[in-house]
């Protein structure tokens, strides 16, 4: 079955501009979504399809879909943004949805 | 305001049975289709089962095909899943999400709820 790839951990400084990145051929047929999870918490959804924010989500966060790879771009990253980041994508496989293993950011 | 509450997770053997729900409020459950994802502790997010929002049709990851039941009641604005024959690697936090479209089309969760956590140990 397919598989999304992310990078275990990223760090960035206060204020700078952090991108996690996401791959799998799945990619290559259905846009990515992310979401970001603080600890103890559930999911929430920051980015998804082609060019979508949800309401009340800072537009600080952005993201980017090209061949197999998706990016998640926080552009002046803050405190509050340290969290696990995961990234999922439909799939024709026989699992529809298949997820990454998450990407676990720090703002230094 | 939108939200999802999960219940029905505990301390079960191996081989054995739990049902979790899900209630949900501030939506039209019926114009969503639904989902079951779970977390096994310290790991990611990893896919479990789908029901349409007419529950006519359902989708289940391989790892749980056969044991877990996914289903419905729009009366009751409830999610369910009944799981059997369960495993050790089972154990993880079940959440409960709403995609965005009826039938299974593109689309997201974009609403989750906080979890009901199975634990199978002997």
């Known amino acids: 079955s397919s598989e999304l790839t992310q990078d275990p951990a990223v760090s960035v400084a206060l204020g700078q501009t952090v991108v996690i990145t996401c791959r799998g051929d799945?990619?290559?047929?259905?846009?990515a979504c992310w979401y970001q999870q603080r600890p103890g918490q559930a999911p929430l959804l920051v980015f998804h399809?082609?060019?979508n924010r949800p309401s009340g989500i800072p537009d600080r966060f952005s993201g980017a879909n090209s061949g197999d790879t998706a990016t998640l771009t926080i552009t002046g990253a803050q405190a509050e943004d340290e969290a696990v980041y995961h990234c999922?994508?439909?799939?024709?496989?026989?699992?529809?949805?298949?997820f990454g293993a998450g990407t676990r950011l720090t703002v230094l | 305001e939108v939200q999802l509450l999960e219940s029905g997770g505990g301390l079960v053997q191996p081989g054995g049975s739990l049902r979790l729900s899900c209630a949900a409020s501030?939506?039209?459950?019926?114009?969503?289709?639904m989902s079951w994802v779970r977390q096994a502790p310290g790991k990611g997010l990893e896919w479990v089962s789908t029901?349409?929002?007419?529950?006519?049709?359902?989708f289940y990851a391989d790892s749980v095909k056969g044991r877990f039941t996914i289903s419905r009641d729009s009366p009751k604005n409830t999610l369910y899943m009944q799981l059997n024959s369960l495993r050790v690697e089972d154990t993880a936090l079940y959440y409960c999400?709403?995609?965005?479209?009826?039938?299974?089309?593109?689309?997201?969760?974009?609403?989750w709820g906080q979890g009901t956590e199975v634990t199978v140990s002997s």
């Open positions: 999400a709403k995609w965005t479209t009826r039938e299974w089309e593109p689309g997201t969760f974009d609403i």
């Open positions: 799945s990619l290559r047929d259905y846009y």
């Open positions: 999922n994508s439909r799939d024709n496989g026989p699992n529809l949805v298949v």
């Open positions: 501030g939506f039209t459950f019926s114009n969503y289709a």
């Open positions: 399809g082609e060019n």
């Open positions: 029901i349409t929002g007419s529950g006519g049709s359902t």
